[in-house]
């Protein structure tokens, strides 16, 4: 089993560009996770999708932020504008629905905003 | 709310040394927790979990951690730690019929040769 696979590992990117990261779950799980970690906030979760529906995107910081589940074996989170506070490693994370399962975690995207 | 705390920002300690991690948690109802430790530059991974039954639950690396509810803590043991052990380990908590998990802060461990 691959893992939950991110792309593109690192992002360079400058203030007002549209930034798009993936990630590919996990075979058969059915929830997947979009996370941020800054040295500030620590570990935030910021939406998940159930099925491919989106069900809690309480985490999404504002309307830059975006993601989609267009099926079961790929998501995207977007940014557009970026910016320097944006700059952070966002993760993905993905599940089975058979009660509390444990979540897997991808290697991460490390963005940086200038 | 469900909410985790994890005291000790950094921890340093010797090779060989014995280790323990704090975790509190709040959640109303029985927890489901986890640990989950990050090298530099990966992802988190799984150390180990508790969801019911025997409260000293063993994970991979020779961890372990025991859940008291009286305490409501969930901490983390090791009984000698190796210098490959330095990461920053977090602790989870997530609700029993939910999706959702609450990390703690982190603590980052540092061991000296």
């Known amino acids: 089993d691959a893992g939950v696979i991110q792309s593109p590992r690192h992002e360079v990117t400058e203030m007002g560009q549209e930034v798009t990261l993936r990630c590919k779950p996990i075979s058969g799980h059915n929830s997947l996770f979009w996370y941020r970690q800054t040295m500030m906030r620590g570990l935030e979760l910021l939406i998940y999708f159930n099925n491919n529906v989106p069900i809690d995107d309480s985490g999404m910081p504002e309307d830059r932020f975006s993601a989609k589940m267009p099926n079961a074996s790929f998501s995207t989170l977007k940014i557009q504008p970026s910016e320097p506070r944006d700059s952070a490693v966002y993760f993905c994370?993905?599940?089975?629905?058979?009660?509390?399962?444990?979540?897997?975690f991808g290697p991460g995207t490390r963005l940086l905003v200038l | 709310a469900q909410s985790v705390t994890q005291p000790d920002i950094h921890i340093t300690v010797s090779e060989g040394a014995s280790l323990e991690l704090r975790c509190n948690y709040s959640?109303?109802?029985?927890?489901?927790l986890f640990w989950y430790v990050q090298s530099p530059g990966q992802g988190l991974q799984l150390l180990l979990k508790?969801?019911?039954?025997?409260?000293l639950v063993q994970g991979i690396k020779g961890f372990e951690a025991e859940f008291k509810r009286s305490q409501s803590s969930f901490n983390l043991r090791k009984p000698s730690v190796h210098w490959s052990d330095a990461a920053e380990y977090f602790c989870a908590v997530g609700a029993a019929a939910g999706n959702m998990l609450t990390f703690g802060g982190g603590t980052r461990l540092m061991v000296k040769p």
């Open positions: 508790y969801f019911s039954g025997d409260t």
């Open positions: 959640y109303g109802a029985t927890p489901y």
């Open positions: 994370a993905s599940r089975t629905n058979l009660g509390q399962e444990t979540q897997y």
